[in-house]
């Protein structure tokens, strides 16, 4: 379909300019400039920029999402597989080709609304198998509270983990 080709090649170009760039300087103007399109195309496509960068960020997550099943089993060791899922998250994304990008997802609250949106339902899943004490509502609010702890404590690292030389111990290598 054209039209699907045409906002995957927004995508692309939009992916390829914030990382060589940054999120935050790169303009909707460049990204059609740059992809061959007229503005008026992209927002046709998307309301904006940031819908752009989630939608960048959550396939990003996903694909790390499905190599990290690869290796660990969801339903056999969920806390395990949640660990492996944020080292790799982590180690990927603030590697030198990727770090732009990353910093000001997390600067700019990309990565906490990516977070958001995937990590309640995960939460669930976890709640199904183990908690099933608690009611699902508080597990939703849990979900949600553990998940902006956990970015909370990310954004802190990479932000301002080398200012303050917390990083080396808080990110473990297993």
């Known amino acids: ?3 699907e080709s045409r906002r995957e090649e927004i995508l692309h170009t939009a992916f390829r300019l914030f990382v060589q760039q940054g999120y935050a300087r790169t303009g909707m103007r460049q990204i059609a400039e740059e992809a061959g399109v007229s503005l008026g ?7 904006n920029k940031r819908d752009m960068a989630v939608e960048l960020l959550e396939r990003k997550l996903d694909s790390f999402m499905r190599t990290v099943h690869a290796y ?6 969920p806390i395990l597989y949640s660990a ?8 990927v ?9 990353y910093v000001d997802t997390l600067r700019e609250d990309i990565y906490f609304e990516v977070i958001l949106r995937s990590g309640v ?3 669930l899943k976890i709640w199904r198998k183990y ?14 509270y553990g998940n902006v702890i956990s970015a909370s404590m990310e954004r802190t690292l990479v932000l301002y983990g080398e200012e303050t030389g917390i990083v080396e111990d808080s990110i473990p290598d297993g």
């Open 41 to 47: 195309l992209i927002s046709y496509h998307f309301r």
């Open 72 to 77: 660990v089993d969801w339903d056999e060791d």
């Open 131 to 144: 908690r099933q004490d608690m009611p699902e509502a508080a597990a939703r609010q849990y979900g949600v």
């Open 84 to 91: 492996t899922l944020v080292k790799t998250t982590y180690s």
């Open 93 to 101: 994304l603030s590697s030198p080709r990727y770090r732009a990008f």
């Open 121 to 123: 339902d995960t939460y």
């Open 1 to 3: 379909d054209r039209e």
